[in-house]
């Protein structure tokens, strides 16, 4: 059974900084591309930053590069780890964050939408001013 499971969210002052966890488990999940999304309340859903399935390459929306680094780390009892060091946080990085894959993320650079996706329940971070 395929689990995303995102943790580390919480209420924080603008210009702090926040991990976010995402324990994938139910496949191989080393094989796959993987990426982190937000949405915030009447906004749509927005793509945050995604890892290749090597972690040689990342990717990052133009609105939190210089300030989010996404990595992923090897796995733990099958459980895969990738994480979302966000720093320097200001007020529009509230949302509810989201780790994701796909399987059209198979051996890929990026995260491909389509196919069986998989989403987590998400983790909330709320930055204040």
């Known amino acids: 059974q395929v689990q995303l499971v995102e943790s580390g969210g919480n209420s924080v002052q603008a210009g702090a900084s926040l991990r976010l966890s995402c324990a994938a488990s139910g496949r191989t999940f080393s094989d796959y591309a993987m990426a982190w999304f937000r949405q915030a309340p009447v906004k749509e859903r927005e793509f945050v930053a995604d890892?290749?399935?090597?972690?040689?390459?990342?990717?990052?929306?133009a609105s939190v590069k210089g300030r989010f680094t996404i990595s992923r780390d090897n796995p733990n009892m099958d459980v895969y780890p990738v994480y979302l060091q966000m720093n320097s946080l200001k007020p529009e990085d509230s949302a509810t964050y989201y780790c994701?894959?796909?399987?059209?993320?198979?051996?890929?650079?990026?995260?491909?939408?389509?196919?069986?996706?998989?989403w987590g329940q998400g983790t909330q971070v709320t930055v204040s001013s």
């Open positions: 890892i290749s399935w090597n972690g040689y390459t990342t990717n990052y929306a």
């Open positions: 994701a894959t796909s399987s059209r993320s198979y051996y890929q650079t990026k995260y491909r939408a389509g196919g069986n996706e998989f």
